[in-house]
């Protein structure tokens, strides 16, 4: 099974892929889709779409495997688990939260693929036993824990790391989730 | 769902953070004791319908269309920032 894991943001979009077939999860790659607000005098709106599309574009080349040699899509994913939208204090930045939640939600519907949502706490609590763990504490016992998330994480800037880590605080939070478990069977 | 029939916060399936006409500007506490302003959380679901479907006309629809959507995104996102201080 694959699972797109995702810290949905709009300037910094974090995402995780791992593989798991019920019993070891292995990290396949990680990033973080980065967009920036346009220097020049553009029209907010204007600038907000063209953000939307680049997050649309460069999520959609990672939710899909492309072979290398043939250039057919190889595999897809099988469920996307989401950092849920935590209440951003500013409204401004909610609006800006959303338009990536935009994004995401229907990229899921295209692919036919359910979101799994946990929040913040739940999946600090679930990765480090602690609800209130620092960013430093998640991305140490994921690290440990899953020796190949370090490869793909070492080519992300060590400022962005925290966005993979969470995308993949999230998948790890889901894993006990009766989608996964269904989708697993599924396979069998 | 709560009592006053609101249902928000986390989905598990698909992004849907209100459901309700009911009153505005009623404050739900969650489990954690923290307080949503259900107006807030209802604009920001109209902000994700209104960016869903942009992505979804870009790809589908035509000029008008498009205009269409980006100008009810627009608005949403104008409607939401409108709160601004009032969160």
Redesign the interface.
Known sequence: MRILGVDPGFANFGWCIARYDGKELVVTGCGVIRTEKDKRKVLA?VD??ER??RI?DELEQVMLEVSPISNLVERRISIICAE??S?V????S??K???A?????????VVQV??????P?EIKKAVTGSKKASKAQMKDTLCKQFPSLSEPLGAVVGSLQEHPVDALGAIVACLK?P?IQMGLRGRE | MDDEGIELGIAHEGVLWVKSDLPVRTIYTDEDGADYDVTHIRLRYEVIEAAKALVHEQRHGDETSVAATEWKLAKAVDALEATEGRE
């Open positions: 709106p907000n779409v939307m599309r649309g849920s939208m209440h204090p500013h409204a401004s909610a609006a939260l959303s338009l939640w935009g994004v995401l939600a229907e990229a899921s519907r359910p979101i799994l949502q946990r929040s706490q989730d989608a």
